[in-house]
């Protein structure tokens, strides 16, 4: 089959580039219509109870996780001058499209009691806005008596104040939504610039955006590192810049066509799939590493150009299939999950793995048939005496000192397997984000002063309709929320029981001393006064439902980390809940928000990686028993790629590195790359066992001269090009690229010197039994004058 494959692709040569060159511009055609996700990727599948509670709590409420915060903490702000500025300032902001609304301390309004209608106003605090300094200082004397405020607006202690910029959701989701964000910017610096007053940002919209521009554009520059780093080993590998040329057309095209299945199958370009382009250019090279020192290996043999591009897809078209394979494998098992990001990733990366193997077995024959000879210079690499020294070192070793490696890989084993139980599985809302940016300080700053700006909703149910009149059950919700502000999580919570409290302040003049949950008494009065406030339907639709039958209690926290976050809410916040708001009275209640939901959805994440991780294994395993045959063959090429794993997993527990999305996904990829030195250096060991029926310790020997070079060649590749992601600004993109480069790498030593080991140790062999690789002969080969011209030949 492979001599035909090869006899096909040589003859018809010049067709093969024509197609494959119509089929890379229609994928550069289908390329242009994917765009950037820009809406939060849902990891909670939606049929998870939580994530269907929580879309209709937003059809319900809205969203809660629109809100930018603009802050400042300098005494200079309530300065006449530069308190006009901040006023004028949300103010710009609003005219900005895409924002709903921007209230900052210079728009509050106070609730006022008009006994003679008998209803509450609402009146702004700074309307006219102040003309002296002296009148400025008593409006905000006032300000701070409201105590519904406190907390949210300004910090009463430390007088700190923010600007809350409400930002439409339907933007958040286009790629709009930067130019909102840089608008909103832009004015900010302009007020910074004109008041010499530092701002801070956070919130949400910020946060996602500013990291996902970020991400961005570290991922365009780490694909031009990648290509720039795999162009420089390739040259100082084969001394050739063809060599180095063509391999990278390859890749080249590969993320075209990347984009163009994007482009053909509708999807976006998530953080996961951006990450595709930098990976298929490292993990693409191999294959031309393999074909072009195959291709050199058997020139120098006979030094027959055509004859030897031939040999290069009879013998390893096949080990490079399946090492693609393998390969795709190892991205292919995240198509199992019932996360969509993932399957996403899955379902492109395995697709263009596949292409990838395609074009390299087509075009490396293809292009070098039409170049000249290799040169003397090209095939020195061949003869390399450090690296020829190097694989010297290893057959010494196999052949002489596997004890020595036997006990070394155990000693690794043992310590591996400890630091795997101190593994910690964690992850945080702002993951990742480098300790002395600018976006860490300013959370700091929010999390400091407004004790965090991230949202946790809480919704009491009281069980029946108009249930929320019931003054026996607002006084448990009352109850229920002292409770929770009684932690210092967060500001004090918003709710209708809130707005009660400042109801009866403003009922009793303003004074802060009456800022406090009604008595029995007192509640029919301020209901009646509440039945004509202005802004009843606002309030009606924040924190009531329609049937008055829900109470929405909202929270803003700080990025606590999932750990601290599944505590807070089952052992901190359940207890409260179960007693101030038990379900025998009727009372149900649901802990939701994006907060909540994220974190959930970082665990399933991890959940299904870990699935992924297993699934992996066993469909490699399968492969090599298809391929080999026998159990104790698969044990033998399985195991010296799960070490590298276990010793990664073990670094991680060590030094303290949490396992988060970022880190899981290293596995599952890993596996798939570095199994595939394995099946190259066990696909030679077959044919030299099987082909020339040599002795086992012979086999072993030679196939580790033979495949040792592109084993090498590969691993040095894979880990530079992995190691470049360490130069990352976002811990995530350091944790895949350190590990995974460290991962290959021990995976490389593993399969030079455990494999070869194992099976001088273990592997005995019945030749009766059929190998998976052809048994070669020379004499069935298709005659290079039936190939090409006569004039070439």
């Given at each position: 089959m492979w001599s035909k494959l090869a006899r096909f692709i040589l003859v018809y040569r010049l067709p093969l580039l024509i197609v494959i060159l119509l089929l890379t511009a229609f994928m550069g055609y289908m390329s242009r219509g994917v765009e950037r996700a820009y809406d939060y990727a849902a990891v909670v599948p939606d049929k998870d109870p939580d994530m269907q509670y929580f879309k209709f709590f937003k059809q319900k409420y809205g969203e809660d996780g629109n809100i930018l915060a603009i802050g400042v903490?300098?005494?200079?702000?309530?300065?006449l001058d530069n308190f006009r500025a901040w006023a004028a300032l949300a103010r710009k902001l609003e005219t900005i499209d895409g924002v709903e609304r921007a209230i900052s301390i210079a728009h509050l309004q106070y609730l006022h009691k008009d006994t003679a209608a008998?209803?509450?106003?609402?009146?702004?605090i700074f309307d006219p806005m102040p003309n002296t300094q002296q009148a400025l200082d008593s409006l905000l004397s006032f300000t701070r008596q409201l105590r519904f405020y406190s907390g949210q607006v300004f910090n009463q202690a430390t007088g700190a104040t923010v600007l809350?910029?409400?930002?439409?959701?339907?933007?958040?989701n286009t790629a709009y939504r930067e130019t909102v964000i840089r608008r909103i910017e832009e004015a900010c610096e302009a007020f910074q610039k004109q008041t010499?007053?530092?701002?801070?940002?956070?919130?949400?919209?910020?946060?996602?955006s500013t990291m996902a521009t970020k991400v961005t554009d570290e991922l365009n520059l780490f694909l031009i590192l990648s290509v720039l780093t795999t162009a420089t080993v390739l040259f100082l590998f084969f001394r050739s810049f063809k060599a180095v040329l063509f391999p990278l057309i390859i890749i080249g095209i590969i993320i075209t066509w990347t984009l163009g299945w994007m482009g053909i199958l509708h999807y976006q370009i998530t953080l996961l799939t951006g990450l595709l382009p930098p990976i298929l250019v490292v993990i693409g090279i191999p294959n031309a590493v393999y074909m072009l020192t195959k291709y050199h290996q058997e020139f120098k043999k006979h030094g027959n150009k055509i004859l030897a591009l031939v040999r290069v897809i009879q013998k390893i078209g096949v080990v490079t299939l399946i090492t693609n394979t393998t390969t795709a494998v190892g991205f292919g098992v995240l198509m199992s999950t019932n996360i969509a990001i993932l399957r996403e990733f899955g379902v492109v990366a395995s697709i263009n793995i596949f292409c990838t193997f395609l074009l390299s077995i087509i075009l490396i024959p293809v292009f070098f048939s039409y170049l000249p000879e290799p040169k003397s210079r090209h095939l020195r690499h061949l003869d390399g005496r450090m690296l020829n020294g190097l694989i010297n070192t290893f057959v010494h070793w196999v052949t002489h000192k596997r004890p020595?490696?036997?006990?070394?890989?155990?000693?690794?084993?043992?310590?591996?397997?400890?630091?795997?139980?101190?593994?910690?599985?964690?992850?945080?809302?702002?993951?990742?984000?480098?300790?002395?940016?600018r976006l860490r300080r300013d959370l700091a700053f929010f999390e400091k002063h407004f004790k965090g700006v991230m949202p946790l909703e809480i919704v009491v149910n009281t069980g029946k309709p108009k249930g929320t009149r019931s003054y026996s059950r607002l006084k448990k919700i009352n109850e229920f929320q002292n409770a929770l502000d009684s932690i210092g999580i967060s500001p004090p919570a918003l709710s209708m029981i809130t707005f009660l409290k400042a109801?009866?302040?403003a009922f009793y003049n303003q004074d802060s001393a009456y800022y406090d949950f009604p008595s029995n008494r007192?509640?029919?009065?301020?209901?009646?006064?509440?039945?004509g406030e202005e802004d009843k339907s606002a309030l009606t639709r924040s924190f009531l439902d329609s049937t008055e039958q829900e109470v929405r209690i909202s929270m803003k926290i700080a990025d606590i980390g999932s750990v601290s976050m599944d505590s807070l809410i089952h052992q901190v916040i359940a207890p409260k809940i179960k007693r101030y708001l038990p379900e025998k009275e009727g009372f149900k209640v649901h802990i939701t928000g994006t907060t909540p939901i994220f974190i959930k959805g970082n665990s399933y994440l991890i959940r299904n990686l870990k699935q992924s991780i297993l699934l992996a294994f066993v469909l490699i395993a399968f492969i090599m028993g298809l391929l080999f045959r026998s159990v104790r063959m698969v044990l033998v090429s399985v195991v010296p790629n799960f070490i590298p794993l276990l010793i990664t997993a073990g670094i991680m527990g060590w030094f303290g590195i949490p396992l988060k999305p970022s880190t899981a996904l290293i596995f599952s990829i890993a596996f798939g790359i570095a199994v595939d030195d394995a099946i190259h250096y066990l696909a030679r060991f077959r044919s030299e066992l099987f082909s020339r029926r040599v002795s086992v310790q012979e086999a072993v020997v030679v196939s580790l001269r033979e495949t040792g070079q592109g084993m090498v060649y590969t691993s040095i590749i894979l880990f530079f090009g992995f190691v470049i992601f360490v130069g990352s600004n976002f811990g995530g993109t350091v944790a895949l690229g350190l590990l995974t480069s460290l991962t290959l790498f021990t995976a490389m030593l593993t399969n030079l010197i455990l494999l070869p080991s194992l099976l001088l140790s273990f592997d005995k062999y019945d030749r009766r039994r059929l190998a998976w690789t052809e048994s070669?002969?020379?004499?069935?080969?298709?005659?290079?004058?039936?190939?090409?011209?006569?004039k070439e030949t």
């Open positions: 903490h300098d005494s200079s702000i309530y300065r008998g209803v509450f106003r609402f009146r702004p809350l910029v409400s930002i439409d959701k339907q933007v958040l010499n007053i530092e701002i801070h940002y956070a919130g949400l919209p910020y946060v996602r020595y490696i036997y006990a070394v890989v155990l000693v690794l084993l043992g310590l591996s397997i400890y630091g795997t139980y101190k593994i910690r599985a964690i992850s945080y809302m702002v993951d990742d984000i480098p300790e002395h940016s109801a009866r302040q007192e509640l029919p009065f301020l209901m009646r006064y509440l039945k070669y002969d020379e004499s069935k080969e298709p005659k290079t004058s039936t190939i090409t011209s006569e």
